[in-house]
């Protein structure tokens, strides 16, 4: 079983960046694929962002392409989430995810505590 704990949230304006830390803790962290969800207030949770155990593909959800950045230090058992250009519809709690195996699935088996993220307009 693996343990994640979200790191990084908080305010900031319109237009500017974060970066979310998950760290991950218990087993061999390399042998996870990894993601990010989100979930707005009255909102479903909704996929943002995966990437594969080994760090060599990534995905994201239409919303975030182009803005938002995935990546994992297999090393330090961390994977990050970079968000530039944040829009206000970007605020929600934001959650690292986890699955054993190559790719994140659409229901993966572990989930951290979450972080707020409030983006300002």
């Known amino acids: 079983q693996v343990q994640l704990a979200e790191s990084g949230g908080g305010l900031v304006q319109a237009g500017g960046s974060l970066r979310l830390s998950c760290a991950s803790s218990?087993?061999?962290?390399?042998?996870?694929?990894m993601g990010w969800f989100r979930q707005a207030p009255g909102k479903e949770r909704e996929f943002v962002a995966r990437i594969t155990r080994s760090g060599g593909s990534t995905y994201y959800a239409d919303s975030v392409k182009g803005r938002f950045t995935i990546s994992r230090d297999n090393a330090k058992n961390m994977v990050y989430l970079q968000m530039n250009s944040l829009k206000p519809e970007d605020t929600a709690v934001y959650y690292c995810?986890?699955?054993?195996?190559?790719?994140?699935?659409?229901?993966?088996?572990?989930w951290g505590q979450g972080t707020q993220v409030t983006v300002s307009s």
């Open positions: 995810a986890g699955d054993l195996g190559v790719v994140l699935t659409t229901r993966p088996d572990y």
């Open positions: 218990g087993r061999t962290f390399s042998n996870y694929a």
